[in-house]
């Protein structure tokens, strides 16, 4: 996309040798007048998607709160702009520059600071990757209160700068409750130490709230402490074909009810998605049977293996003799646990593999949750943009530019995956997409990011489930926060 053509460079500062040998005096530089090449750069200034790409010649990878300190108190007084950037993972475009702002790289400060077994509480640097977050508290048996896809890169600073949901948000619910404290470096360099360790703490503005979701708009987020629960004894992992949406909805509601306490993701995956990920991977399907136009995961954890067998097994058999769902297996150890989890958390991959993924991520209240990827779809075969008959990928005729418009995501919050495999991007299928999700989205009063947050990709469309009043009051608190506008400058809502 090119962002260039729709923003213009703002009043900040550009960047100028006197400041490179500053920063070099401060903590690692990657630049190209430290040697580095553009191909160095590239990393940092590519998204994960290859969709957004910033033009930064400036990467500071601080190892300490008072590194990040020094730096924004030097692009304070300089109005240089900066953008944090955690694991680069993000779906919004948020974690590369739109220009040439310096990119603040917190993966050099990663080191776990304390972890109390008693109350489950870690503190930690922003820049420790999720993964490695878990595999530290496993040996404690504790467990991340959080899981994704992309685990193994993302930091736990970008999950709380971006609020991430995850897979298991049913379960132990938002960063907004299990984050106890954050420590913050502000836009001119002070550090807000609110890294607390306490659940309870009603004294005051509860400022840590702000940070959970900012997206790198109102400072830098160096160390966060979190509430994490005991690792489950049990753990099982069982995949659904169903036939219909409705049956979908009904599964979800007998898992509530009869899984209740020991439910801990529901996640659904249509039939379209499913078949890709097969023709991409190659592997066999989890179910042998036809191909269904529905398939959920559902994972309970406990700490009775008996307890929750005999739970899970008379859920099956309840929800086969119900005829709610057609066919399904149940894993028998952790490596095909794994192997299930894989044709869920596998599909943003599988998506990207013909060139583009149009990817909107919504709220959308349940019953109405799978109307969006049949109204899309629908309106793509009318304006001639993708094949009407299903057929593999790989068969799809050269003149549609649209490989699927696939649906899936975390049923158990109401939240959507909308994606539209692509060859390239293409202005005529974005001309589809755009207004039209958001205006239904509207319509159903549902939210136009329910997880990945605004970054640039959403900034233009925030109206369509913000108020103006909120809006203003947003664009306040920025504007008290960072006056001169150099953090995360272009993203996030227009100021
Ligand atoms: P980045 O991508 O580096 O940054 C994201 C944003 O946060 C940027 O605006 C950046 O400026 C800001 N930021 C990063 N670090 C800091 C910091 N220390 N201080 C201040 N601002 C900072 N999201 C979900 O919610 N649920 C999912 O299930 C999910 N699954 C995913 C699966 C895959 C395969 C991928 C690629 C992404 C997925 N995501 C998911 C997107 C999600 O937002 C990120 O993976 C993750 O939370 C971002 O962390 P990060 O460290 O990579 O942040
Ligand atoms: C997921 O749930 C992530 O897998 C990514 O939030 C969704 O790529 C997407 O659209
Ligand atoms: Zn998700």
Known sequence: MNTTRILRRGLTTAVARPDIAHFQSICPVLSPSTGH???DLDPFNTDWMRKYRGQTTLVLKPTSTHQVSQILTYCHARALAVVPQGGNTGLVGGSVPIFDEIVINL???????SFDAVSGVLTADAGVILEVADQYLAQQSHLFPLDLGAKGSCHIGGNVATNAGGLRLLRYGSLHGSVL???AVLPDGTVLD???????????????????????????????????????????????????YEAVQRAFTMAKTELSEILSAFEMMDGRSQELVAEVTGKRRPLEGEATPYYVLIETSGS????????????????????VVSDGVLAQDETQARALWGWREGIPEVLGHWGGVYKYDVSIPLPQLYDLVRDVRARMVEEGLLSET????????AEFPVIAVTGYGHIGDSNLHLNVAVRAYDKRVEKVLEPFV????????????????????????????????????????KDLFDPK??????????S
Request: proline share 3%; aromatic share 8%; glycine share 10%.
């Open 37 to 39: 090449t553009a191909s």
């Open 194 to 244: 609110d890294l607390s360790t306490l659940r309870k703490n009603n004294t005051g503005y509860d400022l840590k709230q702000l940070f959970i979701g900012s997206e790198g708009t109102l400072g830098i987020i160096t160390g966060v402490s979190i509430l994490c629960p005991q690792r489950p004894a049990a753990t099982n992992v069982a995949f659904f074909a169903l036939d219909s």
């Open 107 to 113: 993966s050099a400060l990663n080191k776990i600071r």
């Open 485 to 494: 506008g150099i953090m995360n400058p272009y993203k996030y809502i227009k």
């Open 181 to 183: 404290g954050v420590e």
């Open 390 to 397: 299903d057929r593999a990928a790989a068969e799809t005729p």
């Open 438 to 477: 958001y205006e239904w989205i509207q319509k159903v009063r549902g939210s136009v990011s329910a997880e990945h947050g605004l970054g640039v990709a959403k900034r233009e469309f925030v109206g369509y489930s913000r108020g103006e009043t909120e809006l203003k009051v947003m664009k306040s608190l």
């Open 304 to 323: 009775n293996k008996e307890h929750d067998d005999a739970k899970l097994e008379a859920f099956l058999e309840h929800v086969m003799e119900e005829g």
